[in-house]
């Protein structure tokens, strides 16, 4: 039997949130709006911090795993406020 050759490596889609954006906006091949929710995401593959950038602040769809940056026109949300 032949060795079935390995999947390609896809590079993961990436976007920039919009203002307040929570869920997906990413349209499936059918035209239909995905709206999965994005949730942070921290650790992260090897692949995925060279596109990036260690410690960077991304976000990931649940449904399509399509990845988003944080608006630029937003504080960033990896520290807490202290008082």
Known sequence: MADAPAP???QPKLKTRKLR???C???SP???LCFGHLKRWYDY?????RMVGRGAELYR???CRTLYRPDTSELPRSYTLRY
């Open 30 to 32: 059918k035209g239909k």
């Open 21 to 23: 954006q929570r869920a």
């Open 25 to 27: 906006d990413e349209k």
């Open 8 to 10: 390609a490596q896809t």
């Open 45 to 49: 593959p090897r692949e995925v911090e």
């Open 61 to 63: 769809c649940e449904r």
